[in-house]
């Protein structure tokens, strides 16, 4: 079946820091690959995705570089700020048509100022 | 953007009562909608797919009998929790397909519904 594997948290940082929080999954068939994230209080946005191998996945300066030889979608940026502080999820989805998606366990990231 | 709205946010309730929470897309169809169990700390479990105009499917080792789902229309799923006990007390969160490409889709989430049985 498929599974999400991500670093635990919280990971603490200052702002203008770099972040990386690590994905790593296992999947049947290829699997398409997803960040979302939850601000305190409200539902999960998607904040980026990749389809296919090598794909990456862009938003808001967080990137995601799908690798398929080492099954990872880690999460990066390169200076956070206070406002970046929430809880990240990594996901994925096989096969096509309306799939529910399979996460992680989440990553609570708190910068502070 | 496309938006999905739960209702209520939060509900407590006493145990062996019944608490319905409604899942609507606000601008788009949903034919599928998803709900997931979130307990504190942890991930989203997917608990069941719902599908208008046939039975939801429940993924395994959740009772389709305490947690009754129905999709009503191409903008509407309820869960009902019947006869609540205190370990059901959980975030509740529905989610609804925004885009279908090939080879997946982006789902929109709901901001969850917060239950606690006393």
């Known amino acids: 079946g498929n599974s999400v594997t991500q670093m635990e948290g919280p990971v603490t940082l200052s702002e203008e820091a770099f972040l990386t929080i690590n994905c790593t999954y296992t999947?049947?068939?290829?699997?398409?690959l997803f960040w979302y994230v939850q601000y305190p209080g409200e539902g999960l946005q998607l904040l980026l995705k990749a389809t296919k191998a090598d794909d990456k996945g862009s938003n808001k300066g967080f990137e995601a570089t799908y690798r398929k030889e080492t099954t990872s979608f880690h999460l990066e940026k390169g200076s956070v700020q206070v406002s970046d502080s929430a809880v990240y999820f990594c996901?994925?989805?096989?096969?096509?048509?309306?799939?529910?998606?399979?996460f992680g366990s989440g990553t609570r990231l708190q910068v502070q100022p | 953007g496309a938006v999905v709205s739960q209702h209520p946010s939060w509900v407590i309730c006493k145990s062996g009562t019944s608490v319905k929470i409604e899942c609507r897309s606000l601008?788009?169809?949903?034919?599928?909608m998803f709900w997931y169990r979130q307990f504190p700390k942890q991930s989203l479990m997917l608990m069941a797919t719902?599908?208008?105009?046939?039975?939801?499917?429940?993924e395994q080792g959740v009772e389709k009998d305490k947690f009754l789902i129905n999709h009503a229309s191409l903008t509407l799923s309820t869960l009902t929790v019947t006869s609540a006990h205190p370990e059901d007390s959980s975030f509740y969160i529905c989610?609804?397909?925004?885009?279908?490409?090939?080879?997946?889709?982006?789902?929109?989430f709901g901001a969850g519904s917060r239950l606690t049985v006393l």
């Open positions: 601008d788009f169809q949903a034919t599928t």
């Open positions: 989610s609804a397909p925004e885009i279908v490409f090939p080879g997946a889709n982006v789902l929109t």
């Open positions: 999947a049947t068939g290829y699997p398409s």
């Open positions: 719902s599908n208008e105009g046939s039975k939801a499917t429940y």
């Open positions: 996901a994925l989805t096989t096969g096509t048509g309306r799939r529910a998606l399979t």
